[in-house]
């Protein structure tokens, strides 16, 4: 897929305010960190080039370039000049494109099968030998079985090498041919001059490429498993859409010919194809593996639905608000694509080393064969432990530490319904240590409930004093009316009929209900008609102030022609969750902060129920960002978490952004990681995740640079044979990605 982007200035060499046109090619050939440093050092040298970042896990570059400089042929054209392919990364993948690639490489496999069908008579001699076994092979029939293994199984590593030294570059495959070519051409050479009897390395050799060949099927297929969030999500898009045409007739098209405002058909049990806004039907649906939300949610007319969505047992029609195949899922895949193929700040350290090592690789082997001659006098056993140096050394397991662990852990996190934007995100959550939270529609849920009922009138009890009010409230679209029509809704409450209606603007309005005629809105409408009284002034006080000033607006319910029949107070509630997030929060060693522009009374308030202790409130929108700039300036870490317009410069002013999904597209696209659902216990798994893919990096880059540390010396020093090196370096990097799958095992990815 080619993704271009000019959402940003700057450039390499370039005017500053040149803007940046962002490429994305899919890589083929690299095998291992020194293939992905390589292609990143060819691209970034390229005038233009502002940045590039090589992905070895997910095979992909992503290049920034400064303006229209450098064209995406021109990328592709320096990516194949060192050696390896490239092409547009695509953007029409499917479900069954993006099987595992151990299945799909069937030359691997091929070149697998011949090379253990060949390897295991030399091997069966090998264990003879070790078992004291009568059991040997000629040196002409041990020539004959390695040589397919070599030439045929191993010819993927000569090509590999043959390239990359052509761009004046090591990798994984110079180091796997110079050792096994080593080991095999002086054993012809043995046999050749019927020397055989001093010793064959055939086995060696051979047993090495089928090592490495197994290592390569199984980290293929590791990585598959790694992508599977990816996958799964693509299985939530129906390649076809069942839709209405002019005449009403319906017909099957596929998904990438529906169009905006398209009238689509859902039946029951369907995934649903594309968003819309249903026309007609009503439903429940199952938005589980998009918004992490557990239960089937109603929908009706007028609702809007996401694609990738199940239909309940209801029919719907709905119009397509979205192209087919460009709805908020795909966005979802690209975000958790691109987090993916980003790459974390921890692994340019890595990329460096990589640059360097297969050269030095090389120097250790030969200086062990020259001292093992020179110094100890044993040049066959310098010999065995240089192609032991060489086979050993494959530095793949330092290139997929980092990646594979970053792929796991955001695809965990896109399964329960934190959307992590990139790498650096994900790397820099588990170092916050301070969480400030904007109150409306983060803490709060943004809109007014009803939260509490006064009762003025002997006649009346509270349902009867919310139906009255309700029912007067079916002409108006203010957002306390539709509160007070959403409480009686929760009760249950049936509404009278409306019989007339008049808007007050800025006051209420007025209403006959029933044959009742009433006022319902401010004490200023109620002054103005004379109906506020001394006894019902108090009551309203005491109402809006009963909470340590938690904000609330009181609705007044007062006949046309008499008296006050009572009041309604109005607050925006605290979400559920919200308290057991900050706990939580307090419980990791977090400091959070409230940050409002409302009063302090409200913001004390909000802030005492859910156990903030340290509020910021009137502060404007665009003062927000300062309050972060200050709180770092004290050294600490700080995420920002906000949902709205306002918030979106301290989203970016934070060392992390995070926006709740319930907000505005805005935030989300400023923010480094997204909240699905408007939840905030959702923080508290992403923070999780966070902290458990960082350790999982720490750990596979600890176990990568150790194995390093230990298995070149005790190579050199002639105690491991070329055949146990090879089973080693496979298995290096088969673990390191078995240790990322294991995150999906941690505490933190069942929650």
Known sequence: MLSVSRDHEGGRAMDARTPTTTYELDITGMTCAACSARIEKVLNRRTGVTNASVNLATETARVDVAGDSVTLDDLIGAVRKAGYDAGPRRDDWTAADLDTSWRSDRRGLFDLAVAVVFTLPLLAEMVAMWTGLPFHLSPWLALALATPVQVVSGARFYRGAWTSLKAGAGNMDVLVALGTTAAYAFSVWRVVTGTADQGLYFEGAAVVITLVLLGKVLEARAKGSAAAAIRTLMTLRPDVARIERDDG???????????????????????????????????????SLITGESLPVARGPGDAVIGGAVNGDGLLRLRATSAGGQGVLTRIIRMVEDAQASKAPVQRLVDRVAAVFVPVIVAI??????????????????????????????????????????????????RRGVLIKDAAAL??????????????????????????VAVLAPDLDEDALVTLAASAQQGSEHVLGRAILEAADTRGLDLSPLESFEALPGRGVSATVGGRSLLIGSRRLMVERERADAASEARARDLANNREGA?????????????VLGLIALADPVKDGAAETVKALKARGLTPVLLTGDSRAAAESVAARVGIDDVRAEVLPADKAEVVRSLQAEGRTVAMVGDGINDAPALAAADVGIAMGSGTD?????????????????????????????????????????????????????????AIAGAAMAFSSVSVVTSSLLLRLSPAARR
């Not at 790397?427 to 509490?452: M, S, W, Y």
């Not at 904000?551 to 008296?563: I, L, Q, S, Y």
């Open 249 to 287: 007739a319906t017909a099957e098209v596929p998904l990438r010919e529906v169009m905006v405002g398209t009238v689509v058909l859902v039946r029951p049990g369907e995934r649903v194809p594309v968003d819309g806004e249903i026309v007609s039907g009503d439903s429940q649906l199952d938005e």
């Open 365 to 414: 082997a030969a200086t062990t064969f020259l001292l093992w001659w020179l110094v100890g006098g044993a040049p066959e056993t310098g010999f065995v432990a240089a192609v032991s140096v060489l086979v050993i050394a494959c530095p793949c397991a330092l290139g997929l530490a980092t990646p594979t662990a970053i792929m796991v852990g955001t695809g965990l996190a896109a």
């Open 427 to 452: 790397e820099g959550a588990h170092r916050i240590d301070t969480v400030v939270f904007d109150k409306t529609g983060t803490i709060t849920e943004g809109r007014p409930a009803l939260d509490a």
């Open 551 to 563: 904000g609330r607006t009181v609705v007044w319910v007062a006949e046309a022609d008499g008296p």
């Open 666 to 722: 805005v935030a989300m696209q400023t923010a480094g990681l997204t909240l699905m659902r408007g939840d905030p216990r959702l923080l508290d798994t992403a923070l999780g995740l966070s902290r458990a893919t960082y350790d999982r990096i720490r750990l596979n880059l600890m176990w990568a640079f150790l194995y390093n540390v230990a298995a070149v010396p005790a190579a050199a020093l002639g105690y491991l044979s070329p």
